[in-house]
């Protein structure tokens, strides 16, 4: 299995307030683990929670002390754990220093084993599983115009256009306790999981995405096309994409 990602700042933006990590290795109990998150917040507030965020997950999981009792059926669990204990953090954070109170994050944190990608989110940035004849969102995004949408009072073509389709309803670190949505997915005939912030979802439809994924070369270079891509469209946002081929 290989896995490759980027951020880049995009056209529009001073900072980055995107965040990610890669490791394809056995970290604490999990046998690789990937991470990406998209801040928000002013005075580099944003930067500061998607940082701290994935810090706090990676050293829970790196440090777990009972990481030899973990079992695959546990990973789940360890994964939405450690997403609520860096929450609380960041919350702490946030309200301990009033230049950052109001920080928050994006987050999905994803691993994979014995044929099941398994994750954990929480907003409005995206996992997607690809094939060479599909692509299909597997989270959910926790925005205004979402609930809008699962209500029926607005339909998802209406939804791409909304002037509140980037109202956040679900962060890490607004609030505390947080709820994490738990997601199972077999790999089955998927060739990547793409982990990826709304900078690169709103800048290319699903079949922009599949088109590039599916392409040649590693995960490398289409990580970098999708960025890319997404910059040569307007690049109105930080843009992040994790690419985890799978089944290449």
């Given at each position: 299995m290989?896995?490759a990602?980027?951020?880049?700042?995009?056209k529009?933006?001073?900072q980055?307030q995107?965040a990610?990590?890669?490791?394809?290795?056995?970290?604490?109990?999990?046998?690789?683990?990937?991470?990406?998150?998209?801040?928000?917040?002013?005075?580099?507030?944003?930067?500061?929670?998607?940082?701290k965020?994935?810090?706090?997950?990676?050293?829970?999981?790196?440090?777990?002390?009972?990481?030899?009792?973990?079992?695959?059926?546990?990973?789940?669990?360890?994964?939405?754990?450690a997403?609520?204990?860096?929450?609380?953090?960041?919350?702490?954070?946030?309200?301990?220093?009033?230049?950052?109170?109001?920080?928050g994050?994006?987050?999905?944190?994803c691993?994979?084993?014995?044929?099941?990608?398994?994750?954990?989110?929480?907003?409005?940035?995206?996992?997607?599983?690809?094939?060479?004849?599909?692509?299909t969102?597997?989270?959910?995004?926790?925005?205004?115009?979402?609930?809008?949408?699962?209500?029926?009072?607005?339909?998802?073509?209406?939804?791409?256009?909304?002037?509140k389709?980037?109202?956040?309803?679900?962060?890490?670190?607004?609030?505390?306790?947080?709820?994490?949505?738990?997601?199972?997915?077999?790999?089955?005939?998927?060739?990547?999981?793409?982990?990826?912030?709304?900078?690169?979802?709103?800048?290319?439809?699903?079949?922009?995405?599949?088109?590039?994924?599916?392409?040649?070369?590693?995960?490398?270079?289409?990580?970098?096309?999708?960025?890319?891509?997404?910059?040569?469209?307007?690049?109105?946002?930080?843009?992040?994409?994790?690419?985890?081929?799978?089944?290449?």
């Open positions: 290989n896995a990602g980027l951020s880049d700042t995009g529009s933006r001073e980055n995107d990610i990590f890669l490791c394809n290795s056995t970290i604490g109990p999990l046998p690789n683990l990937y991470i990406i998150a998209d801040g928000m917040g002013g005075h580099k507030a944003g930067e500061v929670a998607s940082e965020a994935i810090k706090y997950i990676e050293e829970y999981i790196r440090d777990f002390k009972m990481a030899e009792f973990v079992k695959p059926e546990n990973f789940l669990d360890l994964l939405v754990t997403i609520q204990d860096a929450n609380k953090k960041v919350f702490d954070m946030s309200k301990e220093n009033p230049e950052m109170e109001g920080m994050t994006t987050l999905i944190a691993t994979i084993n014995d044929g099941k990608i398994i994750m954990a989110h929480v907003g409005d940035s995206r996992a997607y599983v690809v094939a060479p004849t599909y692509i969102q597997i989270t959910e995004d926790h925005t205004y115009v979402e609930q809008m949408v699962q209500s029926g009072e607005i339909s998802e073509a209406e939804a791409t256009t909304h002037p389709r980037n109202v956040i309803t679900r962060a890490l670190g607004t609030d505390d306790p947080l709820q994490v949505d738990g997601i199972v997915h077999p790999v089955g005939d998927v060739s990547t999981v793409v982990l990826c912030t709304d900078g690169l979802s709103d800048m290319l439809d699903d079949n922009a995405i599949k088109d590039i994924v599916e392409g040649i070369g590693f995960a490398e270079h289409r990580a970098q096309f999708l960025i890319e891509e997404a910059n040569s469209r307007g690049g109105i946002d930080n843009i992040s994409a994790i690419l985890i081929d799978v089944g290449r």
